[in-house]
């Protein structure tokens, strides 16, 4: 039985109030596979009283209702979705709108502007160029020049922002990266421009600047599209998979509260068959956890009072009252945290490409141009033109090519990947992936399966393992769930008693039916002989009247194309290790099983460290693949790292990328789009210098008039892009995002993840 | 010259409006779900019943003789 149908919510948790007294809540929702589905849930909804607005977000699989508080309440809400056959869940209001969207709104707005007034000033430039071979009087042309000042200054202010703010910030830190050129190039120009406007010269360069700053703009947008793509998909994913917990109210009372609602001291209760997602001791209860998702150890381990227990770990048949401990010091995940922190702070020293880029043009860049404006003023046709030509020199080399070159391969080559199952977290990870040769995986829940499988279920008669299986599904004991899971087909059984610490028993056709340990079901015997043959295994019993018993041995089960991606990854050349917290004997028949001689076992998360910074000396640049608290320092650590989506939290947040589903693969994927889109993130870098090789000197002579700026700058920018959508996979798997994603949920074993 | 005094305003205010225009609508959170947008412009349920009957008596006829 899901004791959750009988405990309520903490809904003023989930749930916004308005001004006008009304209540917002935000929901993901499972199962939207097509447009209709959105019409059938907003009118649904509308219908019932009291609920003023509910708006599906097709896009990212969101549902926002309002309702009025007076007349109806989101039990009524998630009743309804639920009987149109969508599940619901609630988001943690502490992160609906992240600083990343707000973000996004910022640069869309300066995107705005940009394009806006650089529209407008460039159809004044190019009235004053054709004038200017014409018969332009300088009066028309002096309104002109100030009307695009009028226009650009404010516009450049406000646009300019984002690469100002960043500029400052390093150079501030005595660094320089791209924004650091542009800044200057486009601040110099206006200032110089305005100049020449005072002076009524024939030439004003507001309309560079703006180009510029628009071609820039659209670069950094793209980029942030990105990774706020992949961050609703996660976010939706944690959602569904109830980041929350039963908090113990001093009152007594018992409800939902979302994680962030939990402190340090809280009291909060652990249901049977529930992942348990705080760090705490035991206050009362005793049970059996599984922590194979923690330490990688897959046998089931005793907790009783006093005892700690960690986010991640799975709870037996027994409600566990946990006193929380989180925030405190000294916990697992302090410990944890710390080693990431450390790690990724080793890690920094790794530059994104274009900054590595921007740090050896900048300094070429800047040079040039000075050398450009001294040769030119003591050759003797006066400063201003000097400067004039300088600042061309500045604004005609990388900055706009360059800007676009990196994040235009990024988008393409994420939305591939997407395709293929694979959320990248970083966006800088897609480079660092390419000269990975060493691939490290853990053992428990990366090669094998989250959940463990039955490995003899063949050696008995289908009917009574369907029994099994019916009987199995009453429970939520990780051992039933694992069985319960070899068929989806079955519907579970009616009328089972579970007895606490024993087994489930129930009468079937007036045969008396038992699922549990060994000695519940009468089974020793067996037992003995099933120990004997799998060493390694939990052992599962089910007893018939009249029949000889059956004893299941649970053990972890290869992920189904472990055997074919790891063959892959060794015909490429790849130096293979599997680095696990788990025994030495389960780890050695995982490993022989595969083919991958180096192994290490019953290791801690400071040894994973240890040994990957060890490989990392020895020249080897490393992937680590992980999904257990024990991993997350290990992730990051390497080089690059991914984890699966039914990793833990920690790991998740501190790998550079998830991979969804089942199967392997994704790794593979991964490792191959990632060769590639570095692979043309180069081709564009070189592009953009190859431009400069032949703008710049043309410029340095003075030959370049604004309009041949403005043109060369597109059309860089223009060949730039269209090369980074060469960075899809050539074998593109056409899932649609809706299936990759349901995909991904339909995957998880049942029983992981239970609300 | 004459032209070129209310031609420049006119460009100015029309592309300003175009802004304001885009502004208003990325502040209306108009660009949050492009997808599912595509779709609304199909859904004909939002109609009043008397603009549905309009749209039935128009189709009707056809639909008999079909």
Request: hydrophobic share 45%; glycine share 6%; with cysteine.
């Amino acid at each position: 039985m899901n004791a959750s149908d009988t405990v309520e919510r903490d809904w003023t948790a989930f749930s916004e109030s308005l001004p006008d007294g009304k209540s917002k809540l935000a929901l993901a929702v499972e199962g939207i596979y097509c447009p209709a589905c959105m019409t059938r849930i907003e009118k649904g909804l509308m219908d019932l009283d009291g609920v003023s607005n509910a708006r599906v977000n097709l896009s990212s699989h969101r549902l926002a209702v309002t309702w009025d508080p007076e007349e109806t309440n989101p039990d009524i809400l998630l009743q309804r979705l639920n009987s149109l056959g969508y599940g619901a869940h609630p988001f943690d209001p502490g992160r609906v709108k992240s600083d990343e969207q707000r973000e996004n709104q910022r640069l869309l707005r300066a995107l705005a502007v940009a394009g806006f007034a650089s529209m407008n000033v460039m159809l004044l430039s190019v009235s004053v160029w054709s004038g200017n071979v014409s018969d332009i009087t300088d009066e028309t042309r002096d309104f002109f020049h100030w009307l695009s000042a009028f226009i650009t200054l404010p516009a450049a202010a406000y646009a300019g922002q984002p690469f100002f703010r960043s500029a400052w910030r390093v150079l501030r830190k005595g660094h320089v990266n791209m924004d650091v050129p542009i800044s200057i190039g486009v601040i110099l120009a206006l200032f110089l421009s305005v100049l020449q406007t005072i002076q009524s010269e024939k030439h004003a360069y507001f309309e560079s600047a703006l180009m510029l700053l628009f071609f820039l703009l659209v670069g950094r947008w793209l980029d942030h599209m990105m990774r706020l793509k992949t961050r609703s998909f996660a976010e939706n994913l944690t959602a569904l998979k109830a980041e929350t917990a039963m908090k113990l109210f001093a009152d007594g009372a018992l409800r939902e509260v979302p994680l962030s609602k939990i402190e340090s001291g809280d009291k909060v209760l652990v249901r049977p068959g529930e992942r348990v997602s705080v760090d705490g001791t035991v206050l009362s209860g005793s049970s059996q956890i599984d922590q194979s998702l923690v330490t990688g150890e897959t046998k089931l381990v005793d907790v009783a009072e006093g005892d700690a227990v960690y986010a991640g770990t799975l709870n037996g048949e027994h409600a566990l009252t946990i006193s929380v401990t989180a925030a405190a010091k000294g916990t697992l995940l302090d410990e944890v945290n710390r080693l990431i922190d450390d790690a990724m702070e080793a890690r920094s020293g790794y530059r994104q490409l274009a900054d590595r880029a921007a740090e050896l043009y900048a300094p070429i860049v800047h040079t040039a141009s000075a050398l450009t404006f001294v040769a030119w003023w003591l050759y003797g046709i006066g400063w201003q033109p000097s400067l004039v030509i300088a600042i061309s020199v500045l604004i005609i080399t990388c900055p706009c090519a360059l800007g676009l070159a990196i994040p235009a391969v990024q988008v393409v080559a994420s939305g591939s990947l997407f395709r293929n199952q694979v959320l990248l977290n970083r966006s800088d990870a897609l480079e660092r992936i390419s000269d990975i040769d060493m691939v490290v995986f853990d053992k428990t829940g990366t090669l094998t399966r989250p959940i463990a499988g039955i490995v003899n279920g063949e050696d008995y008669d289908p009917e009574s393992l369907n029994l099994a299986i019916a009987l199995a599904k009453a429970s939520s004991h990780p051992l039933s769930a694992a069985l319960a899971g070899m068929d989806r087909r079955i519907s579970p059984m009616s009328g089972v008693t579970e007895e606490k610490g024993k087994g489930l028993s129930a009468e079937w056709k007036g045969e008396t039916l038992r699922l549990g340990s060994p000695l519940f079901c009468g089974a020793e015997k067996e037992a003995e002989t099933v120990r004997v043959a799998h060493p390694m295994a939990s052992l599962l019993a089910f007893a018939r009247e009249g029949q000889a018993p059956m004893v299941f041995a649970l053990e972890q089960q290869l992920r189904t194309d472990a055997k074919e991606v790891i063959a892959q990854l060794k015909a490429s050349g790849k130096s293979l290790l599997i680095l696990s917290g788990d025994q030495p004997r389960a780890v050695e028949a995982i490993a022989t099983e595969l083919g991958i001689e180096h192994y290490e076992a019953g290791i801690s998360p400071t040894d994973k460290i240890a040994r990957i910074e060890a490989e990392k000396a020895k020249g080897h640049k490393v992937m680590m693949v992980g999904d257990g608290l024990n991993d997350a320092p290990a992730l990051a650590a390497a080089n690059v790292s991914l984890s699966p989506v039914t990793a833990a939290h920690v790991s998740q947040a501190a790998s550079d990328a998830l991979f969804l589903g089942e199967k392997l693969a994704p790794v593979l994927h991964a490792l191959d789009i990632g060769k590639k889109a570095r692979r043309i993130m180069e081709q564009n870098l070189w592009l953009a210098t190859l431009y400069n090789i032949v703008a710049v000197p043309i410029a340095i002579a003075g030959y370049v008039t604004p309009l041949i700026a403005a043109l060369a700058m597109s059309g860089s920018s223009l060949v730039v892009t269209l090369n980074a959508l060469r960075a899809r996979a050539k074998s593109d798997p056409w899932f649609t995002d809706n299936v990759a994603f349901d995909e991904a949920l339909n995957d998880q074993a049942p029983g992981a993840d239970r609300p | 010259m004459n032209a070129l005094l209310f031609l420049i305003p006119v460009a100015l205010i029309l592309g300003g409006l175009g802004l304001v225009g885009f502004l208003w609508s990325l502040k209306s959170d108009q660009y949050e779900d492009i997808q599912g947008a595509a779709y609304r412009i199909l859904d004909d349920d939002d109609l009043s019943p008397e603009e549905q009957a309009k749209i039935n008596a128009k189709s009707e006829p056809t639909d008999k003789k079909g």
